[in-house]
């Protein structure tokens, strides 16, 4: 599976449960647009248009110009209601689609919402969408649309919403005509679609006495003032003695509902210690609620038990300190270690819950809304302990309420039924937290499951193999991505996933994150991941997925790692180093990806403010340091996106027009606290506006057209002996780099010979007779090395016979004219020999006086042979170069 990337610039359990209202809950009004006549007739275009295009009905799937996809609304294939921003031109419009001949009746409804499946894409990013909800018809109150109001400017991925919306509309409530309307401005957008309109009566919270599962339903009131412990068996003091001095009171100084409420305080020598008794539950899925009271500069404390038994077992403590802060505690080899922190407002009741799933494991706590901590739960629930240290501790219980949830079966292919992972949350920063396995391969892609912009799908982005996981957030700052661990062999191919994070209900969006590739150049690193700043007590969904194209889906197992990340603020910055290899060349279809290494260690990057990560930027000339890199105007080339996660940069080289050697100077970037109106944002898009930067090594990098071969020939000049030693090679090397620097420092050459000879010289002096062997290598490394092996002889005496020897032409392009004479008849043996002294070629001429004869050397290599002639056992060696 291959994938094409380009360098720009250059060349949930409240979720579910709404789901499921939603899913569930009977429409008392519908509207389809299956009907053309009655559609156009019963919805009304209005508004402003600069341009000619109006609000109109179609079937058609894919309606639109550029790349619109298919619009996956249930019965969209029958028709539906869209108007065309693109087709309208650049042309200003805030237009409406009134159901004027639909109206809903509302009659004796309450919490009435509405819901629609839309397809909404935007260019600018700054048009609005807009849903009016009338009673008169004249007048329109105007809901925003969160998913909308996401989007933002197209830059290099689609902005799109595609699902469904889901809002409350409390202006219909037991209204008798209420008409709805969808109001689009902008100019020059892409399309708005809408199709399968209902309203619903949203059900509402059941008062704790009337739901069927409901286990204590306490709000203080039916006690007399004074120890709570002997007025309900749900409540005994740590000691079990009901009358004990360490139970809590009845009070009525503070109460969050009616009168009274549980007052827990120090008493004397002894603080309260009051056990609320859950039943020692170890099956069950279970919430517990109560109202919660501290008074300014106090302090609170509860912890839970595993057992009504008091003590046997802790499984999970909780601080709520003077100041308004709070921490999470679980105690580990006897030393106290914070697991969770939240926040509390101090002189007014705020409420405290608990979700205990104990088929699952799971346990989640909520202090004034924010998570305080969610983790893997393997204990029961015995009771709540409420208990004051020391003289700092009071404060007020009231309004407990202890109800049985039903199961939940998590089922990761369902949106409505996705895993809650939200025990890898909240852990020990920078240490990786690591789920089980996934697998992808019978995954299906439902009804309400979003396409998000990001996805780099070919051609265009869809969903495939996608699973569902929600967590709640804590607040804190985390990095999530998929990894290998034990998947082996059944690895998703390439590790090719795609990740989408998200709030709101299901089918019903906010997109929050986004994310194709961990490395933003999409070279080598296909797994997704992202940083996420949570917000505490909020739930999230996460959308894995297979990237896909049209050879198929990428299929298999992952995991999912999430590590907390330590805050770093903008003082603690650092950008990182690298090393260049190759000596800093690129060749021709090459990368410079393949030179770089990059020492991720090395950063440290800020994680304050909404845009923080690392960059490369590529320039013209060096960046120094504390010089933002855009600045440089026409010598700043562009930069990659820039990312959470330090990546190596990726540039090709692969432009047939590049005839000369080219230098660009690449530099890493850190940025910190900064922020952007754009997706993916460069260096250029970003405001650093109260932001930090880091400028690292500026590093030139020579990008190379693409090099001929090297060629090396050589002439020896013979050793005469004596003295001996004053032989000499002269090597001439064309090709490679040397044609563009025009300089012997474009290449190396070592020399190896006789007796352990070596030298670097390019033409080597003073030799002994012998063969001598060149290795020539270009320093770009971008062409193969050659050798150059010369064999440096010592002159020879013919025999006495020989009157003439010669060979001509020499130099020859490959046929050479021996004529040999000699004073008497002999034996005659001709062999042409290469510098190794091996025999290529032998002719036996016979017994002669005279020898002419022309010898073939065309079908042996541009070098140097030799000529040994034989003379009755007697031998002259002559040099031949073939040089063509």
């Known amino acids: 599976m291959t994938k094409s990337f380009t360098f720009r610039g250059i060349l949930s359990m409240v979720l579910l449960a709404a789901c499921f209202q939603a899913a569930t809950a009977q429409a008392f009004w519908t509207e389809t647009f299956s009907d053309q006549g009655t559609a ?32 996956m609304a249930p019965t969209a294939s029958t028709g539906y209601m869209w108007f065309d921003s693109d087709a309208n031109g650049d042309f200003a419009h805030d237009v409406t689609l009134t159901g004027t001949g639909n109206p809903a009746d509302c009659s004796g409804k309450s919490n009435v919402h509405l819901k629609f499946y839309t397809y909404f894409r935007t260019f600018t990013g700054s048009d609005i969408g807009t849903i009016g909800i009338s009673t008169d018809g004249v007048n329109f109150t105007y809901h925003n649309v969160p998913q909308f109001d996401a989007l933002e400017a197209e830059v290099s991925t689609i902005q799109l919403f595609q699902g469904y919306i889901d809002m409350a509309i409390p202006e219909a409530d037991g209204q008798a005509t209420v008409w709805v309307q969808f109001r689009w401005q902008g100019q020059y957008e892409y399309y708005w679609k809408v199709d399968d309109l209902e309203m619903y009566e949203a059900a509402g919270a059941v008062p704790c006495d009337m739901n069927p599962d409901m286990i ?26 009901q009358d004990s001095q360490i139970s809590a009171e009845v009070s009525d100084e503070q109460a969050s509902d009616g009168t009274k409420s549980m007052k827990v305080k120090k008493d004397g020598a002894s603080g309260d210690d009051q056990l609320l008794l859950l039943g020692n539950k170890n099956t069950g899925r ?15 404390y509860f912890n839970i038990q595993n057992s009504e038994t008091a003590g046997q077992q802790f499984n999970g403590e909780f601080y709520l300190y003077t100041n308004g802060e709070g921490e999470a505690i679980e105690v580990v080899n006897n030393q106290q270690v914070v697991v969770g922190s939240f926040n509390y407002p101090q002189g007014e009741w705020f409420p405290v819950e608990m979700i205990f799933d104990l088929d699952n494991d799971l346990a989640k706590v909520y202090v004034a809304g924010e998570l305080a901590r969610g983790w893997a739960y393997p204990g029961d629930v015995g009771g709540i302990d409420f208990y004051a240290a020391d003289n700092s501790f009071t404060f007020y219980v009231d309004q407990v309420e202890y109800v049985g949830l039903p199961a939940v079966t998590y089922n990761e292919d369902e949106c409505s039924a996705a895993l809650d992972i939200t025990q890898y949350f909240g852990g020990t920063p920078n240490v990786p937290q ?23 799908d070919d051609p265009t982005s869809s969903t495939d193999g996608s699973l569902w996981f929600t967590f709640t957030g804590d607040g804190g700052k985390y990095h999530v991505e998929t990894v290998p661990c034990s998947a082996g062999a059944n690895y998703i191919d390439n590790g090719d996933t795609q990740m989408a994070l998200y709030t709101g209900d299901c089918g019903s969006f906010v997109s929050i ?3 194709d590739d961990l490395d933003p150049d999409g070279f080598g690193d296909f797994r997704a991941g992202f940083d996420i700043t949570t917000e505490s007590g909020i739930d999230y969904h996460l959308l894995v997925d297979g990237w896909s194209d049209a050879n198929g889906v990428s299929m298999g197992q992952f995991c999912i790692e999430v590590t907390r990340l330590p805050d770093i603020d903008c003082a603690q910055g650092a950008v990182g180093t690298y090393t260049l290899d190759n000596n800093s060349f690129v060749c021709f279809g090459s990368d410079v990806f393949d030179i770089l290494t990059l020492n991720q260690g090395s950063y440290t990057i800020p994680n304050s403010g ?7 930027a590529v320039t013209t000339v060096p960046v120094s340091a504390g010089v933002w890199p855009p600045s440089l105007g026409a010598q700043y080339l562009g930069s990659t996106p820039v990312s959470p996660v330090p990546f190596s940069v990726s540039l090709p080289n692969d432009d047939p027009a590049l005839t000369q050697p080219v230098i660009l100077y690449f530099t890493p970037v850190v940025v910190g606290n900064a922020s952007s109106g754009v997706s993916s944002p ?38 005469v002996d004596p003295p001996g030693s004053n032989g000499a090679i002269d090597l001439t090397v064309t090709g490679g780099f040397y044609e563009f620097l025009q300089d012997p420092s474009a290449y190396t050459v070592t020399w190896t010979g006789p007796n352990n000879y070596t030298s670097n010289d390019e033409d080597p002096t003073g030799l002994e007779a012998g063969t001598y062997v060149a290795s020539v290598s270009d320093i770009t490394g971008c062409v193969s090395d050659i050798s150059v092996t010369v064999s440096v002889t010592t002159p020879t005496k013919d025999p006495v016979s020989v009157k003439t020897l010669q060979l001509s032409p020499n130099p020859s392009t490959g046929i050479v004219l021996l004529n040999l004479e000699l004073a008497t008849a002999a034996d005659v043996r001709v062999d042409v020999l290469n510098t190794l002294g091996q025999a290529l070629q032998s002719t ?22 030799f000529l040994r002639v034989t003379v009755d056992g007697e031998t002259a060696i002559r040099r031949v170069v073939i040089q063509r």
């Not at 007739?41 to 639109?64: C, F, K, M, P, S």
């Not at 690591?434 to 780099?456: E, H, K, Q, R, Y």
């Not at 650093?688 to 020896?716: D, E, H, K, N, R």
């Open 434 to 456: 690591t789920t089980g396995l996934f697998d992808n391969t019978t995954a299906t892609v439902g009804a309400d499951d979003p396409v998000p912009g990001c996805f780099l």
């Open 844 to 865: 036996n001429a016979g017994k002669v006086n005279n020898y002419s004869q022309l010898l073939d050397l065309s079908r042996f290599a541009e070098g140097t042979y």
């Open 513 to 515: 994150e986004c994310n």
């Open 40 to 71: 156009l007739t019963n919805w009304e275009h209005g508004g402003t248009n600069g341009g000619t295009i109006n609000w109109d009905w179609t079937d058609v799937l894919a309606a639109g110009n550029w790349q619109p996809g298919d619009f």
């Open 286 to 300: 279970y919430s517990l609620k109560w109202m919660m009271y501290v008074g300014a500069g106090n302090a609170a």
């Open 610 to 616: 909404a845009l923080n990560g690392a960059s490369w």
């Open 216 to 241: 204590i339903c306490d709000n203080i009131e039916s006690y007399n003032l004074g120890n709570i412990s002997p007025q309900a068996a749900h409540w005994s003091p740590w000691s079990g003695a």
């Open 682 to 719: 460069g260096l250029g898009d970003v405001d650093t506006t109260g932001a930090c930067f880091f400028i690292g090594v500026s590093s030139p990098v020579i990008y190379l057209p693409a090099l001929q071969p090297l060629v090396g020939t050589a002439t020896f000049t013979q050793v």
